[in-house]
């Protein structure tokens, strides 16, 4: 004869037998991530730097002006960089005509427009000072210098040295190949080192940065003396290293 089985106690038995199974496919979910998770994985990176000759000049040329007016301070600087912009840009058109170096060029460009409140001790505002900004960048060094030089009113606020698009690039396909092969020679000595046959490359980043030395100009005030505003700036290149780093994880075998 079989009993009934009352409905509390077939609920308790199934919640029971349920829990048990939850249990059993935990520990499966949880062995078979163990199981998943990479083995003799070896994280390395390699590095290889390129010197490069720059190759590009950057000469930020400044205005600045102050007065109780600011409007007629805002004029005062616009006029000074209409002319200033005249002037440089005849000398990146004649680098353009028939007979000129395509790589040997200037781009002229506007910076920076401020105008700013001057406060007194009470806090009123008793003065408006302003800066413009001029920015000859390019590779034909002789005219860039010339041109600062040339433009009256504007004095030397900042002078940089770079390379252009076409030899960083080329510099870092150089660093590049060398990165990789040192990458891999690393990967080949270790994988022997640690007693295994082979690997396999699992991930790879390549990253690349460049850096120089950069250009301390000595600061030349605003005078009034011709022979001065049109003096060429001295310059003198360095290098940039383009350095890149090639890092990631190989499956040892």
Do not use: C
């Not at 301390?216 to 505003?229: E, F, I, K, L």
Request: zero cysteines; aromatic letters at 4%; glycine letters at 6%.
């Amino acid at each position: 004869m079989t009993l009934p089985v009352k409905p509390l106690v077939a609920a308790t038995l199934m919640a029971t037998l349920g829990l048990a199974g939850a249990q059993e496919l935990t520990a499966a979910t949880a062995a078979a991530t163990v199981s998943a998770q990479p083995h003799n994985v070896l994280q390395l990176s390699a590095s290889a730097s390129v010197d490069a000759l720059q190759d590009t000049l950057r000469v930020s040329l400044m205005a600045t002006r102050d007065g109780e007016d600011p409007a007629a301070v805002q004029e005062q600087l616009k006029r000074l960089l209409d002319a200033a912009l005249v002037k440089a840009k005849a000398k990146a058109a004649a680098l353009t005509e028939p007979g000129a170096s395509p790589t040997e060029k200037m781009e002229v460009r506007t910076g920076r427009f401020s105008l700013s409140p001057r406060y007194d001790r009470g806090g009123k505002i008793n003065n408006w000072q302003g800066s413009a900004e001029l920015i000859l960048e390019g590779t034909d060094f002789a005219a860039i210098t010339q041109a600062s030089g040339d433009v009256r009113d504007l004095v030397v606020n900042d002078v940089a040295f770079t390379l252009s698009r076409q030899k960083r690039a080329a510099s870092e396909v150089q660093a590049q190949s060398l990165a990789i092969r040192q990458f891999r020679t690393k990967a080949a000595a270790l994988t022997r080192e640690l007693g295994f046959a082979d690997y396999s490359l699992r991930d790879v980043s390549v990253s690349a940065n460049e850096s120089g030395v950069p250009v301390t100009p000595m600061m030349v005030r605003q005078m009034g003396s011709a022979s001065v505003a049109s003096a060429p700036l001295p310059v003198e290149a360095g290098k940039s290293t383009v350095t890149v780093t090639v890092s990631g994880s190989v499956q040892l075998k």
